[in-house]
C-alpha cells in the first residue's frame, strides 16, 4: 500500500479562516491524489480553494471551539490537522485497502470502517481491507483510540476519500468510453455504462489515477441511498476469531524470537535490588537467558511452560514500591477526607444527602499483557495490541536509547481492552528485555500478573446533595474523590495542545478536563455541580470503560431514584420529567416499555431503572433482578435502548452495549480488587469476579433507534453508567436496601496467590 506520506499531487492551499469566523467549524474535507502506481486518495482539510484536478465533498463540518461540547469533540478537533493522512487505495485485484490509524481491540472499528468504503464504493463488504497502520508520528494527536471517538472522527473523512475515488474511476471510465460520467453507475466493483459495457475498478485503477484526469464535485452518498450503513452486519474478522486464524501478538512468528515472562515485585512499582539465585536459575531445564530490567526479572526460555517455572523459582531481593502500606481502608479513609464540601446547606428545605464508595476495578482483558520486540544495536522492532503507538514509540525510543526513527511500532489487534491499551508497559518490557538479553523476545504476562500490576480504575468516594421544595428540585451537587488516574498514554498531551479550544476554561488538571467534558447530568435540577478531586497515590491506574462516568453517573441514577421516592414519584415518570429534551424522553420512554415498566414481580425479584447520555448518545437501561438471596443476585431480565444518532452498524452497537451492560453487572454486584500491603489480591478471574454465563441475563433485548442526527455519536463507553444504576436501583428495590458501597458483595472468599 502507498505509503500516506508520499507526496501529493495537486494539493490545494489549505488556508486559514479569518478570525472570528468559526476557525475549523467552516473549513471542508477535500481530497487529494497521492503519487502511486494505481489509485491512491486522501482527505484533506483545506480552505475555500481548489487547485485544478482535485475533487472536494461538502460533508459534516468539524465542530468550532464554541461548540465543543465533550472529550469527543477535543480528539476530533485534535486530530484535525492530520485527518488528511487516512489513504485508501484500489489495487489492480480489485481489493479495496485502508489504512486505520487506530487500534482494533474487540470494538468493531474495522467492519464499521469497512462499511463506510463498502457503502461509498458500492463494492461487497468483504473486498474492503482494513489494516492497522504503524506507529507514525506525523499523525501527531490521531492515532490515539479512545474516548469513544474512531467513528465519530473518521466518519466524515472515510466517506469523503471512498467517494472522491469512486468519482475518479467514474470518470476514467467515462474518458475511456466517451460516455458523460454522470450517466455512468458504480456497483459490485465494476463501473457500468448504459450500453451494458462494464471495467473492474482494478481495471481503471492506473486511468483514475491520472493527476490530469478531469473530475467533477464529489458527493458522498445521501443517507436515503445507504443499502448497507444502518443494517446489522457480522464481523467482518468473526471467522477469523472462532476458528483461530486470527492473529493476535502471541500468534506473531517473529524469527527468533522466544517466551519470555517477568518476575514482577511484591508491591506496585517495586523494583529489583538482586538476584540471589541467578545461577540455578540459568541452570533450569529449557532457561535460554534472564536479565534485570527496571520492572523486575526477565526469564527467556525455550517455552512458556519452562519460563514460568524459571520465573516463580527466582529468589529476589526487592526495593519498596510506592503504597506498600496502603490498603482498602487506608484508601477509603484518605477519600473521604479529600471529597470537597457542598455549596448548598440542607436548610429549611427538602434534601437527600448519600455518599457512596467503589473500590478498584480491573480492566480483565482477555488477552493479558503481550508484545514481541527485535532490539538491535541499530535499530528496533516492536508488535503489540496498542492503543497509543505513537506515545509508545517515542518512550521506547527513549529508554532503550534510539533515535525515534529507528523504532518501529506495529499496532496487532488486541484481545479486548476497555482501556488497558491506552498503556504500553508490555511493549516497553518486551524492548528491555531484548536489549538487555541481545535477543528477541515473545514477552506474556500470567494472569495473576494482569490483574496484579495491570491497570485498574481508581477507587472513588462520592457524595450527593439534592435539594428540593414543593416538589421542585433547587440545587443537585455531587463531589468525587478519585485516587489519581494516570492520563501519561497521550490524552494529557491532546488536551495540553487543545487547552485554547475547550469549553471549561482555567488550569484544570487532566483529568478535571477529562471529569468535566464527560460527566454531564441530563436532568432539569436546577443549580448543578459536579466536582472532582484526585488524591496522588502513585498507584497502576489507566482509564476504564466510561472513566468517571461509570461510577459518576451510576451514582446520579441511584440518588435520582430516591428523590423520587422522597417526592413519591415513579422512577421513570420522575425522570420523564425532569429530562431536558424529547430525544431523550423517546429513549426512556422505549426502554420502558420493551421492559415492561412496573410489571407485578414475586417478592424477591424487582426492576430497576437508569438513563446516561454522553459522547453525543443516549442510552437508558431497565432490569429486572432476582435477589431473594441477597449475597447471590443474579439480572434476569435486560432492556436497553440507544441512540447513537446516526447507527453505522446495530449489531455492532447491540455488541458494545451488552458489554456495557456484563462490566456493569460486574463492578456492581461482584468485581473489584481488594489493596493489601501495597498490592492486589485478586489474581484471576475466578477471584476478580467477572460474569460467568450463569451470572448473565437470560433475556436482554436491544434496540438501536433509528437515525436521530446526520453524524454518529460515541458507543464505546456509552454503557456502563446507565446499567450500574439500573442493577443497583433493582438491588435496592428488590432487598428494601440503599447499597453504598460497591461492589454490593465484595468478600475475600478465596485463597491468594502468592506474591
Not at 531445564?285 to 534485570?292: M, N, P, Q, R, T
Not at 528496533?380 to 532503550?400: C, D, H, N
Not at 433493582?730 to 440503599?738: E, L, N, P, Q, V
Request: charged share 20%.
Amino acid at each position: 500500500m502507498a505509503h500516506p506520506t508520499t507526496p501529493p499531487v495537486s494539493v490545494p492551499d489549505a488556508g486559514t479562516d479569518p478570525p472570528g469566523e468559526g476557525g475549523l467549524g467552516r473549513r471542508r474535507f477535500l481530497t487529494f491524489l497521492v503519487a502511486a502506481p494505481t489509485l491512491t486518495i486522501a482527505a484533506k482539510l483545506g480552505g475555500d480553494t481548489l487547485a485544478p484536478g482535485t475533487a472536494e465533498a461538502q460533508i459534516p463540518s468539524l465542530p468550532a471551539p464554541a461548540d465543543v461540547v465533550d472529550l469527543g469533540d477535543i480528539l476530533i478537533l485534535a486530530a484535525a490537522p492530520t485527518a488528511h493522512m487516512l489513504v485508501l487505495e484500489i489495487s489492480e485485484d480489485n481489493r479495496v485497502r485502508v489504512e486505520l490509524p487506530r487500534a482494533e481491540v474487540g470494538q468493531g472499528i474495522n467492519t464499521a470502517t469497512a462499511m463506510l468504503v463498502a457503502e461509498e464504493l458500492g463494492i461487497p463488504l468483504e473486498n474492503v481491507e482494513v489494516i492497522l497502520a504503524d506507529a507514525r508520528p506525523e499523525l501527531l494527536f490521531n492515532q490515539l483510540t479512545g474516548g469513544s471517538n474512531t467513528i465519530r472522527a473518521i466518519y466524515g473523512p472515510m466517506r469523503n476519500v471512498a467517494a472522491a475515488a469512486r468519482t475518479r474511476l467514474l470518470a476514467a471510465a467515462g474518458e475511456q468510453w466517451n460516455v458523460p460520467a454522470d450517466r455512468l453507475s458504480a456497483r459490485g466493483g465494476s463501473v457500468f455504462a448504459p450500453d451494458g459495457r462494464s471495467a473492474t475498478f482494478g481495471s481503471l485503477s492506473h486511468a483514475a489515477a491520472r493527476a490530469s484526469l478531469p473530475v467533477g464535485k464529489v458527493a458522498p452518498k445521501p443517507a436515503s441511498e445507504h443499502s448497507l450503513v444502518g443494517t446489522p452486519t457480522s464481523r467482518i474478522d468473526a471467522r477469523g476469531m472462532v476458528t483461530g486464524a486470527k492473529q493476535y501478538t502471541l500468534d506473531m512468528d517473529i524469527p527468533g524470537a522466544m517466551p519470555t515472562m517477568v518476575r514482577h515485585a511484591p508491591t506496585i512499582h517495586g523494583t529489583p535490588k538482586a538476584v540471589n539465585n541467578e545461577a540455578e536459575i540459568r541452570a533450569m531445564s529449557g532457561v535460554i537467558d534472564l536479565a534485570v530490567i527496571p520492572t523486575g526479572v526477565a526469564v527467556m526460555a525455550e517455552t512458556f511452560g519452562q519460563a514460568l517455572k524459571a520465573k516463580d523459582a527466582l529468589d529476589v531481593t526487592w526495593n519498596p514500591g510506592t503504597v506498600d502500606n496502603e490498603n482498602n481502608e487506608t484508601i477509603k479513609e484518605k477519600l473521604r477526607g479529600a471529597a470537597l464540601p457542598f455549596a448548598v446547606p440542607p436548610l429549611l428545605v427538602d434534601h437527600v444527602d448519600a455518599e457512596f464508595d467503589f473500590a478498584f476495578a480491573s480492566h480483565a482483558p482477555l488477552e493479558t499483557n503481550s508484545a514481541v520486540a527485535d532490539v538491535r544495536a541499530d535499530r528496533a522492532e516492536i508488535w503489540s495490541g496498542l492503543k497509543s503507538p505513537i506515545v509508545a514509540k517515542q518512550t521506547i525510543a527513549r529508554e532503550i536509547g534510539l533515535p525515534e526513527n529507528k523504532v518501529t511500532v506495529h499496532v496487532v489487534q488486541g484481545g479486548g481492552s476497555f482501556g488497558r491499551r491506552l498503556f504500553f508497559d508490555g511493549a516497553l518490557e518486551a524492548a528491555h528485555a531484548s536489549k538487555a538479553m541481545g535477543k528477541p523476545v515473545k514477552l506474556m504476562w500470567t494472569r495473576v500478573d494482569d490483574m496484579r500490576h495491570g491497570r485498574a480504575r481508581p477507587a472513588t468516594h462520592h457524595k450527593v446533595r439534592a435539594t428540593f421544595t414543593i416538589g421542585n428540585v433547587l440545587s443537585f451537587e455531587h463531589r468525587v474523590a478519585a485516587v489519581e488516574t494516570d492520563f501519561g498514554h497521550g490524552l494529557g498531551e491532546i488536551l495540553t495542545a487543545t487547552a485554547a479550544k475547550l469549553p471549561v476554561g482555567g488550569n484544570l488538571s487532566f483529568a478535571q478536563t477529562v471529569f468535566l467534558t464527560t460527566v454531564k447530568t441530563p436532568y432539569n435540577f436546577g443549580v448543578v455541580t459536579n466536582l472532582l478531586n484526585e488524591i496522588p497515590l502513585k498507584m497502576y491506574t489507566g482509564s476504564w470503560r466510561s472513566v468517571y462516568s461509570a461510577n459518576t453517573r451510576g451514582v446520579e441514577e441511584i440518588i435520582v431514584d430516591e428523590m423520587a421516592a422522597k417526592l413519591g414519584k415513579d422512577p421513570v415518570e420522575f425522570r420523564r420529567a425532569s429530562l431536558k429534551d424529547d430525544r431523550q424522553r423517546a429513549v426512556l420512554d422505549k426502554v420502558a416499555e420493551i421492559g415492561e415498566w412496573g410489571r407485578e414481580l414475586p417478592a424477591g425479584f424487582a426492576q430497576g431503572v437508569a438513563f446516561h447520555e454522553e459522547y453525543k448518545s443516549v442510552t437508558a437501561c431497565l432490569v429486572e433482578m432476582d435477589a431473594r438471596d441477597p449475597k447471590k443476585p443474579r439480572v434476569t431480565r435486560a432492556s436497553i435502548v440507544v441512540d447513537v444518532g446516526l447507527p453505522i452498524n446495530p449489531r455492532g452497537l447491540e455488541g458494545q452495549m451488552l458489554g456495557g451492560l456484563t462490566d456493569a453487572i460486574a463492578t456492581t454486584l461482584r468485581a473489584g480488587l481488594h489493596i493489601d500491603k501495597g498490592l492486589p489480591l485478586e489474581g484471576s478471574y475466578s477471584q476478580f469476579h467477572y460474569p460467568r454465563q450463569k451470572d448473565s441475563p437470560p433475556k436482554v433485548e436491544i434496540v438501536v433507534m433509528p437515525a436521530t442526527t446526520g453524524e454518529p455519536g460515541g458507543a464505546g463507553e456509552l454503557g456502563v453508567p446507565a446499567a450500574v444504576g439500573a442493577i443497583a436501583n433493582a438491588y435496592a428495590r428488590a432487598t428494601g436496601t440503599k447499597p453504598r458501597s460497591f461492589p454490593i458483595n465484595f468478600d475475600i472468599d478465596f485463597e491468594p496467590f502468592p506474591r
